[in-house]
């Protein structure tokens, strides 16, 4: 299957995923304390990116620069995806899979999430996660200066109540066809782009985290 692999790196070496997949691919590097080998650095497609804390930056940065070019199949990939999000077996596997794919598998994710009586977060089929609604991650971050909760940002970008429960991808690892990511103008990336980068790591890249499905899964317009 014709796939281009757009690999976003921080501080680890991706040359163990670069051998597991067919096709062309990029690395996005944002490492600043990791030496990589030259046959790496030294790749027509490695590119020094914004250390931003996140791999959605890259993401975004590739689809605008790209918009009128885009291959027609890309997996949007971590350095260290397997092992951290997905095991070897299932990414492989999941890499020959058509349309688009979530590229998480957590196997003990697929028992629920209980506190006090109330669900709060499980793997309902295999790569999606089911997390309520309640922008906890704020918490512990400072206040988003664009969009400071999920709903903020949900009801900018799509003309829907926001979810009660919200269905997306831990690690925001996944393939997406050129159609779906077409569906959406350039100056929504643009606004994704800004808004995940203005600060270290902002709460707006959390919340874009939990709308991947409502981005390129779903149709939403």
């Known amino acids: 299957m014709n ?9 680890y070496d991706p040359q163990p995923l670069v051998d597991l997949l067919e096709g062309e691919y990029a690395i ?8 990589l080998s030259e046959n790496l650095i030294n790749f027509r497609f490695f590119f020094k990116t914004k250390h931003t804390g996140h ?6 940065y590739y689809i605008i620069n790209n918009f009128n070019k885009l291959p027609e199949r890309i997996a949007f990939l971590k350095g260290n995806i397997v092992g951290r999000h997905i095991d070897k ?17 957590d196997k003990k994710t697929y028992h629920p999430k209980i506190q006090l009586f109330r669900f709060i977060a499980q793997q309902i089929a295999p790569g999606v996660f089911l997390e309520i609604n309640n922008n906890w991650y704020c918490k512990t971050r400072s206040k988003g200066k664009y969009h400071p909760t999920f709903n903020d940002l949900f009801q900018k970008l799509f003309s829907y109540t ?3 429960y919200i ?18 103008d350039i100056e929504i990336y643009k606004h994704l782009y800004h808004i995940t980068t ?10 874009v985290e939990r709308m991947i499905m409502y981005l390129f899964f779903f149709n939403m317009i």
């Open 3 to 11: 796939t281009y692999h757009l690999i976003s790196n921080y501080n």
């Open 28 to 35: 996005y590097d944002q490492s600043d304390q990791f030496n």
């Open 55 to 60: 791999n959605l930056s890259d993401y975004f």
């Open 89 to 105: 077996d299932d990414f492989i596997k999941r890499l020959q899979l058509p349309g688009c794919v979530s590229l998480y598998s």
């Open 162 to 164: 926001p979810p009660k």
């Open 167 to 184: 269905p997306f991808i831990p690690g925001a690892c996944f393939i997406a066809t050129r159609d779906k990511i077409l569906q959406w």
């Open 198 to 207: 203005y600060e270290f790591f902002p709460v707006e890249a959390y919340h």
